[in-house]
């Protein structure tokens, strides 16, 4: 019903920046909220950013200051601007969409993930 797509990974140098973005096509279009994961080798997933209803965003500390993620949950796009990016930001990262937030974010829908490698 819902695909999610996303684009922009790649490899660069510490200190660089990196744009992700996500579409989303099928018979849901609209959003509460959608946001970024990751997932680094032998790692948990892990939520990065999320943007919800009037634009309201959250961010996990690792990434306050550095990444910034927009969109417009109503057109069914995110994007993740990620500057100053860390060997440490090195993983998969997923695109997600939660039809209807109650109380968490909690992903319906989920991308197939992009790579993000940064090197030293």
């Known amino acids: 019903q819902v695909q999610l797509v996303e684009s922009g990974g790649g490899l660069v140098q510490a200190g660089g920046s990196l744009r992700l973005s996500c579409a989303a096509s099928g018979t849901i279009l609209n959003f509460d909220a959608m946001g970024w994961y990751r997932q680094a080798p032998g790692k948990q997933r892990e939520l990065v950013a999320i943007?919800?209803?009037?634009?309201?965003?959250n961010y996990a500390d690792s990434v306050k200051g550095r990444f910034t993620i927009s969109g417009d949950n109503a057109k069914s796009t995110v994007s993740l601007q990620m500057n100053s990016l860390k060997p440490d930001d090195t993983a998969v990262y997923y695109c997600a969409a939660d039809r209807r937030v109650i109380k968490k974010f909690r992903p319906d829908y989920w991308g197939q993930g992009t790579q993000v490698t940064v090197s030293s």
């Open positions: 943007i919800g209803s009037g634009g309201i965003t």
